[in-house]
């Protein structure tokens, strides 16, 4: 009787185990690149002038934007509308390109390398908040 309580609590002992690991899959190396996005987009300054992307696209990018008095567009739908024509780049740009012309000009910074963890990272945090927004390359911001 002894033995059988000591065996079945080490069985349950070795499903806790087990369990742990299946729980942790949820992050997927992709929810890890979309959480370090969400961060770097709310805190880097990319050693710039202090400035992060939320001091201009607040709310993670999930609504309206501002730059003092001037309203700017919500990123929402900004990974479901690149490539597209930037009037002040005078060519297509990419999303990642976007992104970079963002940490020169928007923070003063050093943009991250194409390729880069970084860029990886804020690009999968901006595809994430457009999941489910209709591909449109071209299209109007939202
Ligand atoms: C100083 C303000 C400022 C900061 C800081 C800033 N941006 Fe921007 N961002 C803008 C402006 C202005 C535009 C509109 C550019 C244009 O088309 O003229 C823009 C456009 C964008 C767009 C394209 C939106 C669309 O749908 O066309 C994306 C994506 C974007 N920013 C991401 C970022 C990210 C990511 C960061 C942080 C690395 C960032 N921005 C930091 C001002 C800023």
New binding site residues.
């Given amino acids: 009787m002894f033995s059988i309580r000591v065996s079945s609590a080490a069985f349950g002992a070795t499903l806790l185990f087990a369990a742990a690991p299946s729980a942790g899959a949820a992050d997927s190396p992709l929810d890890i690149a979309v959480a370090k996005g969400a961060r770097?987009?709310a805190t880097?300054t990319?050693d710039g002038n202090g400035?992060?992307?939320e001091?201009?696209?607040q709310n993670g990018?999930k609504t309206p934007?501002q730059?003092g008095d001037?309203k700017?567009?919500s990123?929402l739908?900004?990974a479901a509308?690149f490539p597209?024509f930037?009037r002040?780049a005078g060519q297509v740009v990419t999303?990642e390109g976007?992104?970079q012309t963002?940490?020169r000009?928007?923070?003063g910074g050093t943009p991250p390398q194409l390729g880069s963890p970084d860029l990886v990272a804020?690009t999968a945090y901006?595809g994430s908040i457009a999941n489910g927004q209709q591909i449109k390359i071209g299209g109007e911001?939202k």
Avoid: K, Y
């Fill in positions: 770097l987009f880097a990319f400035r992060t992307c001091t201009c696209h990018g934007g730059i001037r700017l567009p990123l739908n900004a509308i597209r930037s002040g999303l976007q992104l963002c940490v000009g928007g923070l804020l901006l911001p």
